[in-house]
């Protein structure tokens, strides 16, 4: 049923490139029930909207989490992997020894040792997840030979069939990937033997009134989260 008569507004939280991806999926769902309410989005950094969703400042956010608030009602709807993108032209080319052995290991998990020799295109710094591949080259004892850097993963994509170097993307943006290339090979990253991930939430504070077309967000918002989450690479073990 459509709610005409019910207005209102929803400051949400989140980070530009996920609304990107998420929003479009969202806000048609939303805005078919509830066509009156106005949805303010903020973008700053994840770090200050969660300081902004504890201060009251906000009605909703969706972003990186890693610690529960007992003032805080926190829901994790993603576990967002970070996953090496290297083409099978860049395997054979680097790797001609033990591509084909390489490619099938690298399903269940990948050390940046194991791709010491293929270059790479990289997010630039200080960016978070720059921070985290660089912690993963530390680890390796590897100091990666770098063909480009840029500030937008959309870009890295794009350069896909050109085979310029491996790259990074996290889970959210597989889809996009496998959009414009179903074949790409996607392989999750190892730091000190573990997936990284990074825990995706949907937060709101426990003394903040949320009225029903909040609460009717929250679920759309879940439900997309759940179908980015089954997006997985071509042949993955899991």
């Given at each position: ?9 929803l400051?949400v ?5 996920r609304?990107q991806?998420c ?23 994840s ?5 902004m ?6 009605d909703l ?12 009602h ?18 054979k080319?680097y ?16 050390s940046l040792?194991?791709f ?21 080259f ?33 889970q959210?943006r597989?889809?996009l990937?496998?959009?414009m290339y179903?074949?790409?090979n996607?392989f ?7 997936i ?13 009134f949320?009225?029903?077309?909040a ?9 997309v989260f ?5 997006v ?7």
């Amino acid at each position: 049923s459509i709610s005409v008569s019910n207005g209102g507004s929803l400051k949400v939280g989140i980070p530009a490139y996920r609304g990107q991806i998420c929003l479009p999926e969202i806000l048609p769902q939303f805005y078919e029930k509830w066509p009156n309410v106005r949805i303010i989005l903020v973008n700053e950094s994840s770090g200050k909207m969660e300081d902004m969703i504890f201060n009251g400042e906000l009605d909703l956010f969706i972003g990186i989490m890693y610690q529960d608030s007992p003032k805080l009602h926190i829901k994790t709807i993603l576990n967002d992997r970070i996953y090496l993108v290297c083409s099978d032209e860049l395997l054979k080319k680097y790797l001609p020894d033990n591509f084909e052995s390489l490619k099938q290991s690298a399903l269940s998990g990948v050390s940046l040792k194991q791709f010491e020799a293929v270059p790479f295109l990289l997010p630039e710094p200080p960016m978070r997840l720059r921070r985290t591949i660089d912690q993963c080259f530390q680890d390796a004892r590897v100091t990666p030979h770098v063909f480009l850097e840029s500030s937008t993963t959309e870009l890295l994509i794009s350069l896909y069939p050109y085979h310029y170097g491996a790259f990074f993307c996290t889970q959210m943006r597989l889809p996009l990937l496998f959009e414009m290339y179903p074949d790409a090979n996607a392989f999750p990253l190892k730091l000190k033997g573990s997936i990284v991930q990074h825990r995706l939430v949907l937060a709101h504070h426990k003394d903040r009134f949320l009225p029903p077309y909040a609460k009717d967000f929250m679920e759309i918002t879940e439900e997309v989260f759940g179908r980015i989450a089954a997006v997985r690479p071509q042949g993955s073990l899991e």
